[in-house]
């Protein structure tokens, strides 16, 4: 079983930046769609930014302009640089992967860790 490993989560003042790392135990799902979801407590998941099997990338409307994603494949690592953070940003973040393209639907998912954004 594919393990998804976050970090980089914590607690930072509004305007600041956080970068999130998602680590996959297999190697190889590095290279098939990841991406980054978010959640509060009783509200719907909400997918945050895509990078796809081909490197198309996908943003939310709400983080346009201030997240970035991105993957080094040779580390196997995700990442998610947020910068310019919100209140409304707080949330517990997910690194999810899909077995190939973003369409096929996201099977794996990371533990989640929190990110806080006070004002």
């Known amino acids: 079983q594919v393990q998804l490993v976050e970090s980089g989560g914590g607690s930072v003042e509004a305007g600041g930046s956080l970068r999130l790392s998602c680590v996959p135990s297999?190697?190889?799902?590095?290279?098939?769609?990841m991406g980054w979801f978010r959640q509060l407590p009783g509200k719907k998941r909400e997918r945050v930014a895509t990078?796809?099997?081909?490197?198309?990338?996908r943003y939310a409307d709400s983080v346009k302009g201030r997240f970035t994603i991105s993957k080094d494949n040779a580390k196997h690592t995700l990442y998610l640089q947020m910068n310019s953070l919100k209140p409304e940003d707080t949330a517990v973040y997910s690194c999810?992967?899909?077995?190939?393209?973003?369409?096929?639907?996201?099977?794996?998912w990371g533990q989640g860790t929190q990110v806080t954004v006070s004002s």
């Open positions: 990078i796809d099997l081909d490197d198309e990338i």
């Open positions: 999810a992967s899909a077995p190939g393209y973003c369409g096929r639907g996201f099977a794996v």
């Open positions: 297999d190697e190889s799902y590095i290279t098939f769609c």
